[in-house]
C-alpha cells in the first residue's frame, strides 16, 4: 500500500495535505493522532469510501480503485458495527459474510462466534446485546478470515474488556503472521507481546 | 448466495419482524384516499371521474412515506458502508433496495386498489386497468424514490424533500397511469398510456440505479 | 494555474470575482437600455394586434421570461455536471448562482403567462400543455435549490446538486411530452399558446430586444450572486482576507 501527497478534506476544512506513507506485508500499524486529526476520514479514504482531495493511492503500483486484488483483500471496519438490530447475531453475521463474498458454512461461524465469546447470545436480536458483545459479533468477521488481508479497522477495541483486547491482538498476530498487513486506531495503548509495533501519527496539517 | 438476494432476503425478514411498520404505507393509502369522498361530496359520478387520479396521487405519496427508511437505517448503522465496499456494485445494491421497497410497499397498493376502485364506484374492467397501471408505475415510483433517498441520506427533513425532489420527476408515470383509466371511461383506447408506461419502466430500470449508485457515493 | 489554456483562465475563484466586479456595472448598463429599447419598441411601435387588442403586449416580457427559465436550467445542469465531473469548485458555484434567477424567471413566465391567459382565454391559469411543464419546471428548480440548501457539507451539496439537476434536465422533455399528450387527449383545451406564426416585423424585434436585455440583466445577476458565493466559501484564502482588510 503505497500512499503518495495525499490531502484530504472534510467540508471546507483540509484536515492534512501531502501525506506519503507505504505499508508492507507482515506490518501492523497503529495509527495516532488527536481528535479531529483527520484518522478515521485516512481510513476511509483508505477503504475507498471517500475521495481524497488530491494524491495517489496505489496497492501493488496498482491504483486502489482499479486494484481487484485490493478488492479481495480489503477488510474494512468502521466506528459504527453494520449489525442491524432487528437480526440475530447470527443472522447479521452471516449477512456481513455474503455480502463480502466470504460465505462460510454454519458451523464454521459458530465456531467463530464461540470464539468471540458471544456464542451464548447468538440467536437474540443484536438490540439486546451489550455494547461490547456487539462488537464481539462484528469482530467475529475478523475470525472468519483465513487469507492474509489488509485490515482497516477504526477502533476496533472500543467498548471491548480485557479479555476481548487480548483476544483481537492475538487476531492481528493471527494476520500478520500470514502476510497480512493490520492498520488500525485506537485510544488505548496496545503492546502486543512479540510483534513489532509501527505508528503512523497524524499531526494536524503535517505527517 | 448472491449478495443481491441476501440484501434482498434480508430486507424482507427485517420488515417481517417489524408488520405495524411495514403496514403503514398502506394504511396511507386506504385512509387518504378515503378523505376525498369526504371533502368531496357523495356525488357518484364526480367521484367515478376523480378516482383514477386520486388512487394514483395517494399511491404516489404513500409509496414515498416509506423512502426515508430506505437507506436511512442503513446509513445509521453502518452497514451501507460495507455493501458500498462489497462485492456488490452499487448497480446491484440500488436495484436489490428498490425491489425490495416495490415487494414491500408496490406489490400491497397494487392488491389494495381494487378495494379503492369499489369504494369510489369504478366498474371491473376500469378497476383491471387502475392495477395494471400500477403494476407499471410502482416500481417505477420506488426507482425514482430510491434515487430521491440516496440523494437525501441522514438530511434533517429528508421527509419532505424527498417528495419535493422525486414528485415532479413521477408527474409523468401520474399522467399517463391515472389518464388510462380515464380514457378508457372515456370510450378511447387506453393502449398508448401502457406502452408509455412501459417505455418509462424499462428507462426508469436502466437509469434510475445508475443515478442511484452515484447519489449514495456522493452521500456516503 | 500552472499550464491550463486561457479558456480556464477565469476558472480561479480570485480571478473570476476580479472579472465579475468589472463587468456588472456594464451588465446592468446594457440591460437598462436594451429593456428600454425593446419595451419602447413593444408597446409604442409594435402595431395592436387583430385579434386579441392589445393585451397581448405581455408576450415581450412572457417570452423571453420563459426562454431564459429554460435556457438557465440547462446552463445550471451543465455548470453543476461539469463542476462533479471534473471537481471544479467555481463551476458548482455557478450552477447555484443560476438556479434563484432561473426560477425568478420561470416565477415570471408563469405570471405574465396568468396576465395574457386572463383577458385571452377568460381565465388566470389553465392545464395547457406549456403551462404545466413550466409550473413543473418551477418545482425543479425549488428542488434543487431546497436539496443545495439541506446539505451542510459543501462538496456533497453540490455534488447530490449536480445529480439532481442533471436528472431533471433529461426529464424536462419527458414531462413536457407527457404534458403535452395529456393535454391532447383530455381535450377542452383553449387555444393553441403558440405566438401568431406570423408576427409584424417590429413585434419580433422587440421581443429580440428584450430577451437581449433579459440575458444581460441575468449575467448581471449571476455574477454578482457568485461573486458572493466565491467570497463566503473561500473566505480563508489569503486574497479574500486582503480584499476584506483592505474594504476596512
Redesign the interface.
Known amino acids: 500500500m503505497q500512499a503518495q501527497d495525499l490531502t484530504v478534506r472534510r467540508g471546507t476544512e483540509v484536515l492534512f495535505k501531502a501525506l506519503s506513507f507505504t505499508l508492507h506485508a507482515g506490518q501492523l500499524v497503529w495509527l495516532r493522532g488527536s481528535n479531529g486529526s483527520g484518522k478515521t476520514s485516512l481510513l476511509r479514504v483508505l477503504a475507498g469510501l471517500s475521495k481524497p482531495d488530491s494524491g495517489q493511492l496505489r496497492w501493488n503500483a496498482e491504483p486502489l480503485n482499479q486494484s481487484e486484488d485490493y478488492r479481495a483483500k480489503l477488510v474494512y471496519m468502521g466506528h459504527a458495527n453494520a449489525l442491524k438490530d432487528d437480526l440475530t447475531a447470527m443472522e447479521a453475521l452471516r449477512f456481513l459474510t455474503t455480502v463480502h463474498g466470504r460465505a462460510c458454512p454454519q458451523d464454521r461461524m459458530e465456531a467463530a462466534l464461540r470464539r468471540m465469546g458471544v456464542f451464548h447470545r447468538r440467536k437474540l436480536p443484536v438490540r439486546m446485546l451489550s455494547q461490547g458483545q456487539r462488537r464481539r459479533v462484528a469482530l467475529a468477521r475478523l475470525v472468519l478470515e483465513d487469507r492474509p488481508g489488509f485490515w482497516v479497522l477504526d477502533e476496533p477495541f472500543d467498548a471491548l474488556d480485557d479479555a476481548g483486547l487480548t483476544l483481537v491482538q492475538e487476531l492481528f498476530r493471527e494476520n500478520v503472521q500470514r502476510g497480512g498487513t493490520v492498520l488500525f486506531t485506537s485510544h488505548i495503548a496496545v503492546q502486543p507481546e512479540g510483534l513489532p509495533l509501527t505508528e503512523l501519527r497524524l499531526q494536524g496539517m503535517r505527517a | ?1 448472491n ?1 443481491m438476494l ?2 434482498l432476503a ?1 430486507d424482507l ?2 420488515a417481517s ?2 408488520p405495524a411498520e411495514a403496514l403503514l404505507p398502506v394504511v396511507f393509502f386506504v385512509v387518504a384516499a378515503s378523505l376525498f369522498p369526504l371533502g368531496v361530496g357523495p356525488e357518484a359520478n364526480t367521484l367515478k371521474t376523480i378516482a383514477p387520479g386520486i388512487v394514483w396521487v395517494c399511491a404516489l405519496l404513500s409509496s414515498m412515506l416509506s423512502l426515508g427508511s430506505m437507506y436511512g ?1 442503513d446509513y ?4 451501507l ?8 456494485s452499487g448497480f446491484e445494491l440500488a436495484v436489490a433496495k428498490c425491489f425490495a421497497h416495490w415487494l414491500m410497499t408496490g406489490v400491497p397498493l397494487l392488491l389494495v386498489s381494487p378495494l379503492l376502485g369499489l369504494l369510489f364506484g369504478l366498474g371491473w374492467e376500469a378497476i383491471g386497468l387502475l392495477a395494471l397501471g400500477l403494476l407499471l408505475g410502482t416500481p417505477i415510483l420506488s426507482m425514482m424514490g430510491g ?1 430521491g433517498a440516496a ?2 441520506l441522514g ?3 429528508s421527509a419532505v ?1 424527498i417528495l ?2 422525486v ?3 413521477c ?2 408515470v401520474l ?2 397511469g391515472a ?1 388510462a383509466v ?2 378508457a371511461e372515456a370510450g ?1 383506447a387506453p393502449d ?1 398510456h401502457f406502452y ?1 408506461l412501459g417505455a ?1 419502466l424499462l428507462l426508469t430500470s436502466l ?1 434510475a440505479p445508475v ?1 442511484t449508485a ?2 449514495l457515493r ?3 | 494555474m500552472k499550464n491550463l489554456p486561457r479558456l480556464f483562465y477565469f476558472a480561479a475563484p480570485s480571478r473570476f470575482y476580479w472579472l465579475a466586479s468589472k463587468a456588472v456595472p456594464w451588465l446592468y448598463a446594457i440591460a437598462a437600455a436594451f429593456a428600454v429599447w425593446g419595451l419602447y419598441v413593444g408597446f409604442f411601435v409594435a402595431p395592436t394586434d387583430a385579434t386579441q387588442g392589445d393585451s397581448y403586449r405581455i408576450i415581450f416580457i412572457h417570452v423571453p421570461a420563459a426562454w431564459m427559465s429554460m435556457v438557465i436550467y440547462l446552463a445550471m445542469a451543465g455548470w453543476a455536471a461539469f463542476g462533479w465531473a471534473a471537481n471544479a469548485r467555481l463551476a458548482s458555484m455557478m450552477a447555484r448562482a443560476l438556479a434563484p434567477t432561473g426560477a425568478a424567471f420561470t416565477f415570471l413566465a408563469l405570471w405574465t403567462g396568468a396576465f395574457w391567459g386572463k383577458p385571452t382565454w377568460g381565465a388566470w391559469w389553465v392545464w395547457d400543455a406549456r403551462l404545466t411543464s413550466e409550473l413543473i419546471l418551477l418545482f425543479l428548480y425549488l428542488g434543487f435549490m431546497a436539496l443545495v440548501e439541506a446539505i451542510d457539507d459543501t462538496r456533497r451539496a453540490d455534488h447530490a446538486g449536480a445529480l439532481l439537476a442533471i436528472v431533471g434536465a433529461v426529464n424536462v422533455p419527458i414531462i413536457y411530452f407527457s404534458v403535452r399528450w395529456w393535454n391532447t387527449l383530455h381535450q377542452g383545451s383553449s387555444i393553441s399558446m403558440t405566438a401568431a406564426p406570423k408576427m409584424a416585423h417590429a413585434m419580433v424585434e422587440a421581443m429580440l430586444l428584450m430577451t437581449v436585455a433579459f440575458w444581460a440583466y441575468a449575467f448581471a445577476v449571476v455574477f454578482r450572486r457568485c461573486s458572493a458565493i466565491v467570497l463566503e466559501r473561500e473566505r480563508g484564502a489569503d486574497w479574500v482576507q486582503a480584499l476584506a482588510r483592505k474594504e476596512g
Open positions: 448466495m449478495p441476501a440484501l434480508r425478514r427485517l419482524r417489524r437505517s445509521a448503522d453502518g452497514s458502508e460495507q455493501m458500498l465496499i462489497s462485492s456488490m434515487m440523494l437525501t438530511l434533517r427533513n424533500l419535493l425532489i414528485l415532479p420527476l408527474i409523468p399522467i399517463f389518464g380515464s380514457a378511447l398508448g408509455l418509462m437509469g443515478a452515484a447519489a456522493i452521500s456516503v
